[in-house]
Nanobody, 124 residues
Framework: QVQLVESGGGLVQAGDSLRLSCAGS????????MGWFRQAPGKEREFVTG????????YYADSVKGRFTISRDNAKSTVYLQMNSLKPEDTAVYYC?????????????????WGQGTQVTVSS
């Protein structure tokens, strides 16, 4: 089992950057593929990006491609989401999730463990 704790959210202006962290517990963290999702008020949870267990495979939603970067440090059991050139439409609660497979997936239902979420608010 994996417990996930996100941090790094906050209130920023358009064009600013933020780095989210997702710290995992458990000795098997490195065997999980990871994903970041976000949910804005009144909207469904949206897949943002995913990374394979080794970090060798990543995927980005079109809405964040070229602006966001996912990475992981298995020695620290942590996944990061570097967010640059933030836009007001990036405002949402961001969740990290772990999947008991080696590669990422785009469906939220394909993930087994979730963090509590961290709020990101981008003002115009």
């Amino acid at each position: 089992q994996v417990q996930l704790v996100e941090s790094g959210g906050g209130l920023v202006q358009a064009g600013d950057s933020l780095r989210l962290s997702c710290a995992g517990s458990g000795r098997t963290f490195s065997s999980y593929a990871m994903g970041w999702f976000r949910q804005a008020p009144g909207k469904e949870r949206e897949f943002v990006t995913g990374i394979s267990w080794t970090g060798g495979s990543t995927y980005y939603a079109d809405s964040v491609k070229g602006r966001f970067t996912i990475s992981r440090d298995n020695a620290k059991s942590t996944v990061y989401l570097q967010m640059n050139s933030l836009k007001p439409e990036d405002t949402a609660v961001y969740y990290c999730a772990a999947r008991r497979f080696t590669d990422w997936a785009r469906g939220w239902h394909e993930y087994d463990y979730w963090g509590q979420g961290t709020q990101v608010t981008v003002s115009s």
